[in-house]
């Protein structure tokens, strides 16, 4: 019976744990989207003189800074290059969140910017979602850790029983 409960708790406490999956990714995803529009506001002026003095080229505009005789403009090369590098990654995980749901899980997982995913971790709300991929990714969570977990336990039985089954053990007991 103490098997049973603890069979429930494994696959309740999976089936909440996997139904944050979804909240998470959503957050994250939005969390690319807002810094993205932010970098692209930030380098909006920048887009407009590399689009009248280079052919839109943002790379021309900084190397032309890093070798003006300006010494200002060559400080500025700088803040505009991570300006640049910054957009350019913030795009790159957008798109990678444009994706189908596991493309998309397996990314924030496994390549997400890991100071983005740090950031959403830190605000993230922990939040019970009725939509039908929580309702799967909870459902899912819940089976693979309630069975991870009995497998765990039946294995160390076997182990522990010297591999014999309980038939064989309750025949000689006889």
Do not use: C
């Amino acid at each position: 019976m103490f098997r049973s409960y603890l069979r429930l708790i494994l696959f309740t406490f999976g089936l909440l744990v996997g139904v944050q999956v979804p909240g998470f990714i959503d957050d994250y995803a939005k969390r690319v989207e807002a810094h993205r529009l932010e970098a692209e506001q930030g380098l909006k002026g920048f887009r407009a003189t590399a689009k009248r003095f280079f052919k839109g080229d943002l790379d021309a505009l900084v190397a032309h800074y890093r070798v003006s005789d300006d010494p200002v403009m060559r400080s500025d090369a700088q803040s505009v290059s991570s300006l640049v590098s910054r957009a350019q990654l913030l795009e790159r995980e957008w798109r990678a969140m444009q994706g189908p749901w596991y493309l998309r899980a397996w990314h924030v997982v496994l390549g997400a910017d890991p100071e983005l995913r740090k950031e959403t971790l830190a605000a993230y709300n922990y939040q019970v979602l009725l939509a039908p991929e929580a309702i799967a990714w909870g459902l899912g969570a819940g089976l693979l850790l309630a069975w991870l977990v009995e497998s765990q336990f039946v294995l160390l039985g076997w182990a522990i029983s010297g591999g014999r089954s309980r038939k064989v053990q309750e025949r000689h007991w006889r």
